[in-house]
Structure formats: C-alpha cells, structure tokens
T-cell receptor, first 114, second 113 residues
Framework: GENVEQHPSTLSVQEGDSAVIKCTYSDSASNYFPWYKQELGKRPQLIIDIRSNVGEKKDQRIAVTLNKTAKHFSLHITETQPEDSAVYFCAASISSGGSYIPTFGRGTSLIVHP | NAGVTQTPKFRILKIGQSMTLQCTQDMNHNYMYWYRQDPGMGLKLIYYSVGAGITDKGEVPNGYNVSRSTTEDFPLRLELAAPSQTSVYFC????????????FGPGTRLTVT
C-alpha cells in the first residue's frame, strides 16, 4: 500500500518568514495530494490540493508543488502569520472514479512566533 | 447544514466496556470514513463506506465494527474497550464524484482506563 513520509515533524518560524513542509510518497500511481490544516482541538480542514497533471498550484499565501519523478510534494506558506500556527497533514491517494482512500502523513506542527 | 456531527465529544471507558460513537452528515454524501488520531501519528483509517449497506476495512480495523443502514449515519462500535483504543476519533464524509475533499466532524476524545 501507499506510504507517506512527512518532514519536519515540528517547524518554528518568525512571523513574516516562509515555511516549507515536505512529503514523499511510495506509490507512483497516486494522483491526488491534499493538504489539511488542523488547529489545536479542532477538526482537520482542507486548505489546498493538487492533482498529478499539475506541477504547482497557488492560493494567496499558500502553494503546493509536485515532483512526480521524485515522488514528493511540498506545501509553501509565505509571509507567515500567528494564525497559521497549526498541525498540517499531507495525504496521497490513487483517485479513480469515485474511489478515494487517502494515506496521511504524520503531520507537521507549525509554530509562528509573533 | 450542520455538516458532519459526532457524539459524544468526550468519553471515559473502563477496560472491557462497550460503546458506540455516533456520526451523522446532512450533506447527502455517499462516502463516509472513520479515522483515529494518535499523537504524532497522523490519521489512521479504521473503516469506510461507499454508500448505505456497504462497508469495508481500513488500515486499523481490529477491535471495531461499523454499520451503514442509511446515507446519513455511520456509527462506530467498540465491543471490548482496551487502553490501546485511547485516541481521538474523527468521522469524515465526501460526495461521490464532484470532489475529493473530505469534511471532518469535530471528533470524539476517548480514554480507556
């Protein structure tokens, strides 16, 4: 089955800096890669996703890049703010028709210091 | 829409007790999932369902059972609680074809002592 590795487990930055979280996956057939944000004590929520036919996707201060050859994808957050502090999870899945069973990484705790 | 709701929010069980974690969604989503979240371990899939009457095992199904008699409800049953089942449990749902986004419930924090 799919195996997703996520690094780092903890990331501490100063407000205004950029943050990068990296994930690698094992199954070359995986074609959908979402990122979820989970604030303390809250539920995970989708913040951005990317499909395998796209190399990069941006949404305001966040972006995701995908390297299919190397089987890794990354989340980039620019101009970080204290409200970006949360745990971020990546996931990978083979998505075909309606079928979708994602495998999640272990999460990265991002701390943004004011 | 209330989205995905879960009850209870918190529960303490003694070893060997049983309980049912409730999950309901009002978005008419076909797919529903149960995950457990242990510290530093991400989300592990317990069971999932592609529609009423259809369920399947995920990565960590031992010690759990599910049923899906309606589109809206997907309860998770723990028959003989063990300390290893201490965790936060999340239910999630998604529509059949229009999106792969999963909508999560608020979670149930379960402690088995």
């Amino acid at each position: 089955g799919e195996n997703v590795e996520q690094h780092p487990s903890t990331l501490s930055v100063q407000e205004g800096d950029s943050a990068v979280i990296k994930c690698t996956y094992s199954d070359s057939a995986s074609n959908y890669f979402p990122w979820y944000k989970q604030e303390l004590g809250k539920r995970p929520q989708l913040i951005i996703d990317i499909r395998s036919n796209v190399g990069e996707k941006k949404d305001q201060r966040i972006a995701v890049t995908l390297n299919k050859t190397a089987k890794h994808f990354s989340l980039h957050i620019t101009e970080t703010q204290p409200e970006d502090s949360a745990v971020y999870f990546c996931a990978a899945s083979i998505s075909s028709g309606g079928s979708y069973i994602p495998t999640f990484g272990r999460g990265t705790s991002l701390i943004v210091h004011p | 829409n209330a989205g995905v709701t879960q009850t209870p929010k918190f529960r303490i069980l003694k070893i060997g007790q049983s309980m049912t974690l409730q999950c309901t969604q009002d978005m008419n989503h076909n797919y529903m999932y149960w995950y457990r979240q242990d510290p530093g371990m991400g989300l592990k899939l317990i069971y999932y369902s592609v529609g009423a009457g259809i369920t399947d095992k995920g990565e960590v199904p031992n010690g759990y059972n599910v049923s899906r008699s309606t589109t809206e409800d997907f309860p998770l049953r723990l028959e003989l609680a063990a300390p290893s089942q201490t965790s936060v449990y999340f239910c999630a749902s998604r529509p059949a074809f229009s999106s792969y986004e999963q909508y999560f419930g608020p979670g149930t924090r379960l402690t088995v002592t």
